[in-house]
């Protein structure tokens, strides 16, 4: 259990998406605690932490895990804005190869973090840029991403508590971000662009090859004359809108044109589509607030976020009421950017999968048609491997319905030497409780019940590699890279104009 000890929207959010139980300002029970100074974000096992430490104003890119092996299933985290970092800072590397976390025990009191955040800074939306990922070969893949790593922060946090709860003696519990028992779940979206009735139908046949069914998000401008033979084709598949014009806006009339007319034919076809992914991943305000006043559940762009979990985003100092599902962002077209060879690339997206298996988050990926086709044994490979690590697999659309669900959940645990007291409202059984206690874990309803240690079903967590420090070659400037992205977004530009 968590304490805050003041109400704080950007904290409780997190905690919440994280599944994490917390309570503002309580004194009893066995808590760690939480505050933000205007600073820093504190972390400690005690109550009253000092919130003033010497500091000074640094600008960071990125903070990459230490030797400790706390931060190595959190990754290198891109910060890319100024952060005040504690004088005496000991955790975490920044890109100049120092602390910016401070961890120090106060005799006679307790463990304190000290993370050099502003979170209104680093979880607001700061526009897209070029990044590359770091592959187990000689290139690395890039594309146009969230400036913001919001996951990566997310998981900075997590894991200061996940150590102090260790420290400590303590289970870390919070709500499965998995349906069911799972540590996992596997999902893939497919974009058809403007791919033609057989090529998706090919692409089809391989998702019924592998057992999955995948979401795919249609294009209906471009497509219109041969758009009712791909529905034909698709009948029965998780099936929502792309766009109508394969663009994205800056002003919200253009983009809920764009989408209402979308949306308009799909239902004309007899499909009603809740969800919607933007073209290129891109994503702005204004688009969030046409998907907003056209009623759409839920959305996908990794121009907002990726490689996390669902968030609610921030438009106008308020929660929308649409969805961001995030996948990973790269897909076998930018890799065959870099590599042709099929082995690096199952290599470079196992990795990816035995990642958000070890952080116990979903596994979103994404492609076209033509790619799905161009490498099709090596895909069905990495999704029956995706499988394998898993356990499961979940349209997004089903996962929107589920994390809302989730998201209803209020319990409160008790802990106790034998094990925990559970409250909790009444909750889907697909919904759980994870639990990890001495490199176990273990999964349980959520339901108001006593729990103890040795009635659960214990298992050993599944773990990464230790941080690779040759990833951070992919944060290396890259001329070409930036002039292949000014390109890229000149070309949209142009497109814009023409079809405006």
Known sequence: MVVLNEPDDRLQDLLKREGIPFRIADTTGKYL??????????????????REFKSHLKKIRYIAPDRSGVLDKVGVVDINTAC??????????????????????????????????????????????????????????????????????RRLLTACLKYLCKLNGLPFI???????????????????DFSSPSLIEKALKISKKVGMRWTWFVT????????????????GEDIQLHCHRHLVYADITQNKLNYARGKEILNQLGVTPTGVAAPYGEWN?????????????????????????????MVNRQRSTVLQIPVHPISLGRLSEVTR??????????????????????????????????????????????LERCCNWITLTDYCHWWRRRDSINYEIQLKDE?????ATETPAEISLTIERNGQIAFVPIKTQMI???????SEIYRTNRFNKQELNARKSDLIMLIKAKLRTYRRKMKKRINS
């Open 33 to 50: 605690f939480v505050t933000r100074s205007e600073k820093h974000l504190i972390v400690a096992d005690f109550r009253d932490a000092p």
């Open 84 to 153: 005040f970092v504690p004088d005496a800072a000991n955790f975490g590397l920044s890109d100049k190869g120092k602390g910016v976390i401070y961890y120090h025990e106060i005799p006679g009191k307790g463990k304190i973090f000290v993370l050099p955040f502003h979170l209104d800074t680093l979880l607001k939306h700061r526009g897209i840029a070029p990044k590359k990922f770091w592959a187990p070969f000689s290139r690395f893949p890039y594309e146009d991403v969230a400036v913001s790593d919001r996951g990566g922060v």
């Open 174 to 192: 919070k709500i499965s971000c998995n349906p069911g028992s799972f540590s996992s779940t596997l999902g893939f979206r497919v974009d058809t």
């Open 220 to 235: 209906t401008g471009e497509q219109h004359a041969r758009l009712k033979a791909i529905i034909n084709i698709l009948k």
């Open 285 to 313: 305000e204004s688009l969030q607030q046409a998907y907003t006043e056209l009623g759409f559940l839920y959305s996908s762009e990794f121009g907002y976020s990726y490689d996390d979990l669902p968030e609610l985003p």
């Open 341 to 386: 060879n099929k082995k690096q690339i199952f290599d470079y997206y196992s990795r990816i999968i035995d990642l958000q298996c070890a952080r116990l988050e979903p596994c979103f990926l994404y492609d076209h048609p033509n790619w799905i086709i161009h490498y099709q044994d090596v895909l069905i490979d990495i999704l029956q491997y995706g």
């Open 419 to 423: 094990g925990f007291d559970l409250k």
């Open 452 to 458: 103890t240690w040795d009635e659960l079903k214990w």
